[in-house]
């Protein structure tokens, strides 16, 4: 697949994902959407690959979908792709994501609105520019937020925080983001990506089958419900090794 919406790059073994529409501040399209999810397939296969950042071209991150293409209705060169809401990256890649073997940075250099925000949640780590914002404002458009957003955010805000964020569609600024629990750490717009590549580095250190397995044993700490299944649980991966 000939990627337009999306660009591929190499830092040692971390590979970054940038959504490549900056003269939109990067809003989804369908094509992007199954850009991203062709690219995370490839790479699960590839042993120089063991850390993904996931960032954006410009000045946005990604400012929701990009209502004008949508109102325009499919290019020629569109037509072979599946309709809004019915691509794979809004039926099943949140569950991909959240489980996929190798660590996921997202790396949130500007605007993040709509799925610019859910297409963050499931990945491991979120770290934004101190110039980013970060809004849902799925209320305001009349539809329920996707791409497993309603499991996610009451998991890394509390309920009562997601609930204030969705239910309003307010936008936060970066530091509000950070309190909230939408996101793990704010930086300087000139140290967010050296910092994402940096941590990516740290993780790249340690064996892509351990980190898989930890990422393993977390996510199912998340969802047990006592301390003893989660040790279970742990023995079981360490026999894994």
Same mark, same amino acid.
């Given at each position: ?5 999306? !660009?591929?790059?190499? !830092?040692?073994?971390?590979?970054? /994902? ?21 690219? =995370? ?19 946005? =991150?990604?400012?929701?979908?990009? @209502? ?5 209705? $499919? ?5 072979? @792709? ?8 809004? !039926? ?8 996929? $073997?190798? $660590?996921?940075?997202? %790396? ?18 979120? /770290? ?5 914002? #970060?809004?849902?404002? =799925?209320?305001?458009?009349? /539809? ?19 609930? #204030? ?6 936008? @936060? ?5 950070? !309190? ?8 300087? %717009? ?29 996510? =199912? ?21």
């Amino acid at each position: 697949m000939d990627y337009k919406d999306i !660009q591929i790059s190499r !830092q040692n073994t971390t590979t970054v /994902i940038t959504l490549n529409r900056p003269e939109k501040l990067n809003a989804y399209t369908v094509r992007m959407g199954e850009e991203i999810v062709d690219a =995370f397939e490839k790479l699960r296969g590839d042993d120089d690959c063991r850390v993904i950042i996931i960032t954006g071209a410009g000045r946005g =991150f990604c400012a929701g979908v990009d @209502l004008e293409k949508l109102k325009s209705g $499919p290019t020629e060169e569109d037509r072979d @792709l599946p309709p809004l809401g019915k691509e794979r990256l809004v !039926q099943d890649f949140a569950d991909t994501l959240l489980n996929y $073997p190798k $660590p996921v940075i997202a %790396a949130i250099n500007g605007a993040a609105i709509g799925v610019g925000v859910t297409l963050s949640l499931p990945c491991d780590i979120r /770290i934004a520019s101190e110039t980013a914002k #970060l809004g849902i404002p =799925f209320a305001k458009l009349g /539809i329920v937020p996707g791409l497993g957003s309603t499991w996610l955010l009451p998991r890394l805000m509390g309920p009562g925080r997601a609930k #204030l964020l969705a239910l309003t569609g307010r936008t @936060l600024t970066a530091p509000e983001a950070e !309190q909230y629990g939408l996101v793990d750490c704010v930086v300087a %717009a000139e140290s967010l990506l050296p910092t994402a590549l940096a941590i990516a580095e740290e993780m790249a250190q340690s064996k892509p089958a351990i980190l898989s397995l930890i990422k393993e044993a977390l996510n =199912f700490g998340l969802g047990a419900t006592a301390i003893r299944e989660s040790m279970t649980f742990e023995h079981e991966q360490n026999a894994r090794r």
